[in-house]
Protein backbone atom coordinates (compact mmCIF):
# COMPACT_ATOMS: atom_id res chain seq x y z
CA UNK A 1 0.00 0.00 0.00
CA UNK A 2 1.47 3.48 -0.83
CA UNK A 3 1.41 6.69 0.73
CA UNK A 4 -1.32 8.74 -0.05
CA UNK A 5 0.20 12.03 -1.61
CA UNK A 6 -0.88 15.31 -0.04
CA UNK A 7 -1.72 18.05 -3.08
CA UNK A 8 -3.80 21.08 -2.84
CA UNK A 9 -4.87 24.27 -5.18
CA UNK A 10 -4.34 26.57 -1.87
CA UNK A 11 -1.58 26.07 0.25
CA UNK A 12 -2.45 26.33 4.13
CA UNK A 13 -0.16 28.79 6.11
CA UNK A 14 1.99 27.03 8.78
CA UNK A 15 3.12 24.30 6.64
CA UNK A 16 6.19 23.28 5.08
CA UNK A 17 6.55 23.01 1.05
CA UNK A 18 9.39 23.26 -1.44
CA UNK A 19 10.66 26.25 -2.77
CA UNK A 20 11.77 26.28 -6.00
CA UNK A 21 14.05 28.09 -7.28
CA UNK A 22 17.78 27.93 -8.86
CA UNK A 23 19.22 25.29 -6.73
CA UNK A 24 16.60 22.88 -6.84
CA UNK A 25 14.41 23.70 -3.86
CA UNK A 26 14.18 24.17 -0.71
CA UNK A 27 11.94 23.25 2.44
CA UNK A 28 10.18 27.07 3.29
CA UNK A 29 7.09 27.51 6.08
CA UNK A 30 4.73 29.70 4.69
CA UNK A 31 3.97 32.53 6.83
CA UNK A 32 1.33 34.46 5.42
CA UNK A 33 -0.34 34.37 2.39
CA UNK A 34 -2.53 36.36 -0.17
CA UNK A 35 -4.37 34.35 -2.92
CA UNK A 36 -5.85 37.20 -4.45
CA UNK A 37 -2.78 38.77 -5.32
CA UNK A 38 -1.29 35.46 -5.70
CA UNK A 39 1.85 36.44 -3.15
CA UNK A 40 3.26 34.10 0.04
CA UNK A 41 5.46 34.92 2.40
CA UNK A 42 8.28 32.24 3.47
CA UNK A 43 10.74 31.16 5.83
CA UNK A 44 13.15 29.62 3.89
CA UNK A 45 15.58 26.83 5.30
CA UNK A 46 19.08 25.58 4.16
CA UNK A 47 21.93 23.59 5.55
CA UNK A 48 24.47 25.97 4.59
CA UNK A 49 25.60 28.63 6.19
CA UNK A 50 26.14 31.91 4.67
CA UNK A 51 25.72 35.49 5.54
CA UNK A 52 22.28 36.79 6.50
CA UNK A 53 21.18 33.31 7.83
CA UNK A 54 20.33 32.18 11.32
CA UNK A 55 21.19 28.31 12.59
CA UNK A 56 18.47 26.85 14.46
CA UNK A 57 19.30 24.50 17.88
CA UNK A 58 17.07 21.83 16.56
CA UNK A 59 17.11 20.25 12.50
CA UNK A 60 13.72 20.79 11.13
CA UNK A 61 13.40 17.60 9.76
CA UNK A 62 13.32 14.75 12.44
CA UNK A 63 15.43 12.21 10.35
CA UNK A 64 18.44 14.74 9.89
CA UNK A 65 20.71 15.68 12.08
CA UNK A 66 22.78 18.42 9.68
CA UNK A 67 22.61 21.89 10.69
CA UNK A 68 19.80 24.10 9.80
CA UNK A 69 19.40 27.69 8.75
CA UNK A 70 17.09 30.07 7.86
CA UNK A 71 16.99 33.24 5.58
CA UNK A 72 17.11 36.00 8.13
CA UNK A 73 14.11 37.89 6.36
CA UNK A 74 11.26 36.63 4.57
CA UNK A 75 10.90 36.26 1.15
CA UNK A 76 7.60 36.87 -1.34
CA UNK A 77 7.10 34.46 -4.01
CA UNK A 78 4.39 33.75 -6.64
CA UNK A 79 2.64 30.17 -5.74
CA UNK A 80 3.89 28.29 -9.31
CA UNK A 81 7.50 28.30 -7.35
CA UNK A 82 6.00 26.61 -4.34
CA UNK A 83 5.66 22.88 -4.67
CA UNK A 84 1.42 21.18 -4.21
CA UNK A 85 2.92 18.78 -2.29
CA UNK A 86 3.31 19.33 1.71
CA UNK A 87 6.08 18.38 3.26
CA UNK A 88 4.16 16.30 6.60
CA UNK A 89 6.88 15.44 8.90
CA UNK A 90 9.00 18.76 9.35
CA UNK A 91 8.37 20.55 12.30
CA UNK A 92 9.58 23.59 14.33
CA UNK A 93 11.05 22.93 17.86
CA UNK A 94 9.74 25.25 19.96
CA UNK A 95 12.95 26.71 21.06
CA UNK A 96 13.10 28.25 17.74
CA UNK A 97 9.81 29.36 17.59
CA UNK A 98 10.75 33.07 18.91
CA UNK A 99 13.29 33.09 16.36
CA UNK A 100 10.46 32.24 13.12
CA UNK A 101 8.28 35.27 14.87
CA UNK A 102 10.93 37.29 14.83
CA UNK A 103 11.15 36.20 10.90
CA UNK A 104 7.97 36.37 10.23
CA UNK A 105 6.58 40.20 11.40
CA UNK A 106 9.50 41.60 8.96
CA UNK A 107 8.76 43.02 5.92
Known amino acids: MSKKKIYSKHLRKGT ?8 GGHPA ?9 NIY ?7 KAKKNRFKLKHNIDPNSNKDTYVHSK ?16 YRIHKDDKPLINRIKKMK
Open 74 to 89: PIYSVRKNISSKELDR
Open 29 to 37: LILEKNDKK
Open 16 to 23: FHLHNDKN
Open 41 to 47: KLAKFTH
